[in-house]
């Protein structure tokens, strides 16, 4: 599928009005003398993959009550409103449908699809981020008694990159895990730490992100998370679209309670 | 004008004499001490704002401004030429009668100690003690001041605190919710379950992990019973509590399951035959 790129400047004159889709996410955008007012609202459905650019939307048009509408007062609106893809805020925990084993000596790519995030903002201000699907919230920690609020979908986890399904507001992670101890690696569930990935657009394949290592040394340690800025090969032209929120400690290297955690 | 003259040299007369002006002279620093004690301990609070927690802070320019005030006190009176080695022994034999008197503030000062130590909660948890619950708006030196959620004040004795329970509701980032549903007995259990489980998976705010619990409480009068447990962070507690009883309710109507009324079944003796029953109807009665 050919890059559809939905994101970068928006130019609106006063009294300007436009409506973007993308995905499962709608945007109103309007822009007045003195404030810029943005309107937004989830489809149910995630699977839904329709892009729309600035449609006009006419003045007498009113919007539906389960828009959420926010509204940012300026002294003069610039009339440039920026729409950047972003990664999630927090750590996503992809929860696969069957559990994943991966034998000793053995290594695997594991492919896992997480939705993108869209910022607004204008000039070097930020003004606000809705993400095209609002994944459940869930904890992950060794107890309830300290841990991380993360957020937590449902993964087919591919091993196989031709069965993954592209979409406009989705971003696939590959994961590469290694098993280096001498016992079977089982997980049927991975923590991501999307807040440390870049987020890249690629000519044939749709938002892709920095890449993960696994390490797994033994089942007395948490096993090695590294974060790579290299993609895999075969996406075509790779444009960066965003840098990673944080970056990670110490230089690419973090324990991370990655793989089991029960 | 005389009359102002002559007032004027009685203020300046009367100042002028020496122990008038050796106890103004006390109170002066002790107004100092006053006033050094507010700013020093005022500057260290904002020093250290970012490094302790509220409760110490306070503690902290409390410590200080008395500290310092007690020193100014001490000062101004060796200037006044009071003796202090009289004053101090007269002050110990009060603390001693006054001890016997006070026991129960005595053992309120040194559980407030033993509170400070042990932390339990910090100030702006939320604590349940006995039946009060409320958040914590100060740990003072012999109670602890809450502030309920219908906005009443309370002083529990630091004594109370050290002796009972307190449950503290802000320690641990997520909570569970009970929530206790009946099912009439005609329902299939298996789709209940399943209903249940689809209601906790719609709501964003019921944690995935840990999962959401249901389990089986009795074959009770009227209904079998469940515990549906879900999990929220500590801040979308309220929130969960109010949505999930409404979804679960919502989900049962679509799913035509029943929510059963209490039942009483009637028996006309140890065979359970019907019992007669007579329809009387207006037009019966007309004719």
């Known amino acids: 599928m050919k890059r559809e790129i939905w994101w970068g400047d928006v130019e609106l004159e006063l009294e300007g009005r436009e409506r973007w889709v993308v995905g499962p996410l709608e945007l109103w955008l309007a822009r007045y003398p003195l404030e810029w007012r943005v309107g937004y609202r989830r489809n149910e459905d995630p699977s839904v ?93 060794p107890t309830t008694g300290g ?28 994961l590469t895990m290694r098993n280096h101890s001498s016992k079977p690696l089982a997980f049927d569930r991975l923590k991501l730490p999307v807040q440390h990935l870049e987020l890249h657009s690629t000519e044939d394949f749709g938002f892709w992100t920095s890449s993960l290592t696994v390490e797994h040394e033994s089942s007395e340690e948490a096993p090695l998370v590294k974060v790579e800025s290299r993609l895999p090969e075969g996406l075509g032209d790779v444009m960066r679209v965003s840098d990673a929120r944080a970056q990670p400690e110490r230089g690419g290297l973090r324990r991370a309670l990655g793989a089991l955690w029960r | 004008m005389e009359t102002l003259h002559m007032i004027w040299e009685v203020v300046v007369d009367f100042f002028s004499n020496d122990t008038v002006a050796t106890v103004a002279k006390g ?54 030429g009071l003796d202090l080695g009289v004053l101090l022994g007269a002050a110990g034999i009060l603390t001693v009668a006054i001890g016997f008197a006070s026991q129960t503030s005595a053992s309120n000062l040194i559980s407030g100690l033993f509170l400070i130590v042990e932390q339990p909660f910090v100030v702006g948890d939320t604590i349940r ?49 009970d929530l206790i549903v009946g099912v009439a007995y005609k329902e299939d259990l298996k789709k209940v379950r399943g209903v249940l489980l689809k209601v906790a998976e719609e709501n964003n705010l019921v944690l995935d992990e840990p999962e959401p619990l249901i389990l089986f409480q009795g074959f009770m009068d009227s209904a079998i019973t469940f515990q549906f447990s879900v999990w929220a962070t500590r801040e979308n507690f309220p929130d969960v509590r109010n949505q999930v ?32 029953v007579a329809l009387i109807t207006q037009h019966q009665e007309a004719s």
């Open chain 1, 49 to 141: 993959a329709e892009v729309i650019h600035g449609e006009p939307w006419p003045e007498e048009q009113r919007l539906d009550e389960d828009v959420e509408v926010q509204r940012f007062a300026f002294k003069e609106t610039p009339s440039t409103l920026t729409l950047t893809p972003i990664l999630a805020d927090r750590p996503l925990v992809a929860r696969t449908e069957t559990p994943l084993i991966l034998p000793s000596g053995e290594e695997m790519v594991v492919y896992v699809s997480t939705p993108v995030w869209v910022k607004l903002g204008v000039a070097a201000t930020d003004l606000l981020e809705v993400t095209s699907y609002r994944p459940s919230d869930t904890w992950f920690g």
């Open chain 1, 147 to 174: 841990g991380e609020l993360c957020y937590g979908l449902r993964s087919r986890a591919r091993v196989e990159r031709s069965q993954l399904e592209e979409h406009p507001a989705r971003a696939v992670t590959a």
């Open chain 2, 27 to 80: 109170l002066l620093i002790l107004l100092g001490a006053w006033w050094v004690g507010r700013a020093v301990s005022k500057g260290l609070e904002g020093a250290l704002r970012k490094k302790l927690s509220a409760q110490h802070l306070m503690l902290l320019r409390r410590g200080v401004f008395y500290t310092i005030l007690m020193i100014g006190l001490f000062m101004s009176l060796q200037h006044i």
């Open chain 2, 129 to 177: 003690v006995g039946t009060t619950t409320g958040i914590v708006l100060s740990v003072d030196l012999l109670s602890v001041k809450l502030r309920t959620f219908d906005n009443l004040f309370v002083r529990v004795p630091n004594e109370t605190l050290v002796k009972s329970e307190i449950t503290n509701l802000s320690h641990f980032p997520v909570r569970r919710y």
């Open chain 2, 245 to 276: 009883p409404v979804a679960v309710k919502a989900a049962f109507d679509a799913a035509n399951i029943e929510i059963p009324f209490p039942h009483r079944t009637l028996y006309t003796g140890s065979v359970t035959e019907p019992l007669p």
